[in-house]
Every structure is written in C-alpha cells, then in structure tokens.
C-alpha cells in the first residue's frame, strides 16, 4: 500500500470530493478492507449505493479489489490503494472543491462551537480558535510543523484505538488547519495592499 495518494486530475478530485465516498474510504482505512455490505452497515448508506461509490474510486484509481480476502471469486472485497490521500493544489478546481464544503462545515461550526472546555449541547465537541500571532518566517515554519505532528500523531492514535476496538461508537470530526500571513482588508472585506 502507498503512504499517499495523490489527487492530480479533475475526475480524481470529483471522486474523493464526495462526502460519502470521503466516509467509505475512512471507513476502509479503519477495517482494512471490507466487502459493499459491511461498508453500507458501516456508514449506514444503502448497499447499492456504496457499490456504485466503490466502482467510482476504483475508476479513480483510490480503492482496489482485495482478492485475498474474498471467500469465492463472485466476492467483491476492497481496500484503499493508500494510507492517506492528499489533493495537489495544482489541480483544476482543486481550490473550490476543498473550500466550499469546508467554508459550509466552518460557518455551521461558529454558530455552535464552544470554548473548547466542555461539549456542546448535544453532547458534542466543537472547537473554534482563530487568533492573530506576531510571528517570524522561522517561528511560522516551525509552529506549522508542530501542528502538523500534532494532528499526524492523533491520526495514528485514532486509526489504531478504531481498528482494536470496531465496534465502539465514533463520529467523523473534521479538523482544518490554516496557518498564513493575514491579509488586511478595507471595510468592504476587500484585500489591500501594504503601502
């Protein structure tokens, strides 16, 4: 299996762009492999419906047929082509078909989110820190990598505590990290320039 998968053509992007296809790929990162039926219990999708995602990830080249864990040649079993998959900022559209369900997920989420100290009402934790940091090139490079460690060593964490324990309950919480220069604005949101 690849360490990465990288996302470099549109019909790649449409593929992983769809968000119950993003579940059925997490949930094979989780078991390992699986045939459509358990992917569908799983994610609570229908059957016919994750068959239909599953043939279009494996066009895409995302997902490959696991015969080694078919029971007969008529079993269609799957497993990701990677461990993770990661989309090139090159690719056409890339830019709004990440942000646009990210832009939706961060307004629904400042509506609801916390303080970061305890769940919200239903149960849930939600979190939302935006600060403004006075940081050097050299602090920025390093910051940007600890938060990338940070999130890599909880994603092993997770993934390991899932696959040892299936069938305790989880959720899909979405995490985005955004670290850059601000941009000033004038009154109309605008971006200005430095003078």
Request: aromatic share 4%; no cysteine; proline share 6%.
């Amino acid at each position: 299996m690849d360490e990465t998968f990288l996302v470099q053509s549109p019909e790649a992007l449409k593929a992983i762009a769809h968000p119950v296809r993003q579940r059925i790929l997490l949930q094979l990162a989780v078991s390992g492999h699986a045939r459509a039926a358990d992917l569908a219990a799983a994610i609570s999708e229908p059957a016919n419906s994750v068959s239909f995602h599953l043939r279009t990830l494996a066009r895409a080249g995302m997902v490959v047929e696991a015969p080694e864990h078919a029971r007969d040649k008529r079993d269609r079993v799957w497993r990701n082509v990677a461990s993770s998959y990661q989309v090139d900022p090159e690719t056409p559209g890339a830019a709004d078909q990440a942000l646009r369900p990210a832009t939706a997920w961060l307004q629904e989420l400042i509506g609801r989110a916390s303080t970061g100290r305890r769940p919200d009402e239903d149960g849930r934790q939600r979190l939302l820190v935006l600060n403004n940091l006075p940081l050097t090139a050299e602090e920025a490079q390093r910051f940007s990598e600890e938060l990338v460690d940070l999130q890599k060593r909880w994603t092993d964490r997770v993934f390991e505590t899932a696959r040892a324990e299936p069938s305790e309950a989880r959720e899909v919480y979405q995490l985005l990290l955004a670290l850059g220069p601000r941009q000033e604005q004038d009154a109309d949101g605008a971006p200005t320039t430095r003078t």
